[in-house]
Structures are given as structure tokens and as C-alpha cells.
């Protein structure tokens, strides 16, 4: 059973930075491929950023050049570096886990970007 935690969401004004942090356990990580989605009221989920076992990273163009995708495998986590946030980015941000036959999530970590 593989169990994804994510933390570090909050409130923050815009312009402001956040780190998302993502544990996982249950699984051998560093084999994995994991990303990151978000979901607003209303809207589909939709893919902000990836990366694989190998370091290969992959973002969506509205996060381009503002958030930044890491892993850490001795600690079996995944963060989501988070600058230059704008209202637009508000959501509740989710940890994916890739295996070949089957992919799991986590709970989700709220983010709001209000002044």
C-alpha cells in the first residue's frame, strides 16, 4: 500500500513563496516517477509539474519559470517550490505517485494566494 502525505500549503499574499513538501511511503521511491497536480473550485485537475526516477522534470507553462520540482529519495519526498504566486494559482495542490500499472494520490494540501 503506498500512502502520499502532502504538507506545506497555507495562505500567502502575491508574489510570496511557498514549498510544498510531499512524503511517501510504501513504495521504493526512488524508482518512481511522481508529480504534482491542483484542482480550483470548479475546474478540472490539471498537471502543474513532473518529475521521473531519473531527475527528468516536466511543467506546465503557466508555472514555468516560477516553480520548481524536486525529489529527494533518501527521504522518499517530493517538493514543489513555489515562487512568484498569483491569485490564479489558488487551489488544492495533490502529490501523484506513477507506477507502471497503477497510480496513487494524496490527500491534498490547500494554497491560497489572496492580498
Known amino acids: 500500500q503506498v500512502q502520499l502525505v502532502e504538507s506545506g500549503g497555507g495562505s500567502v499574499q502575491p508574489g510570496g513563496s511557498l514549498r510544498l513538501s510531499c512524503a511517501a511511503s510504501?513504495?521504493?521511491?526512488?524508482?518512481?516517477?511522481m508529480a504534482w497536480y491542483r484542482q480550483a473550485p470548479g475546474q478540472q485537475r490539471e498537471l502543474v509539474a513532473s518529475i521521473g526516477s531519473g531527475g527528468i522534470t516536466n511543467y506546465a507553462d503557466f508555472v514555468k519559470g516560477r516553480f520548481t520540482i524536486s525529489r529527494d529519495n533518501t527521504k522518499n519526498t517530493v517538493y514543489l517550490q513555489m515562487n512568484s504566486l498569483k491569485p490564479e494559482d489558488t487551489a488544492v495542490y495533490y502529490c501523484?505517485?506513477?507506477?507502471?500499472?497503477?497510480?496513487?494520490w494524496g490527500q491534498g494540501t490547500q494554497v491560497t494566494v489572496s492580498s
Open positions: 510504501g513504495t521504493i521511491f526512488g524508482r518512481v516517477s
Open positions: 501523484k505517485a506513477i507506477f507502471p500499472m497503477a497510480t496513487y
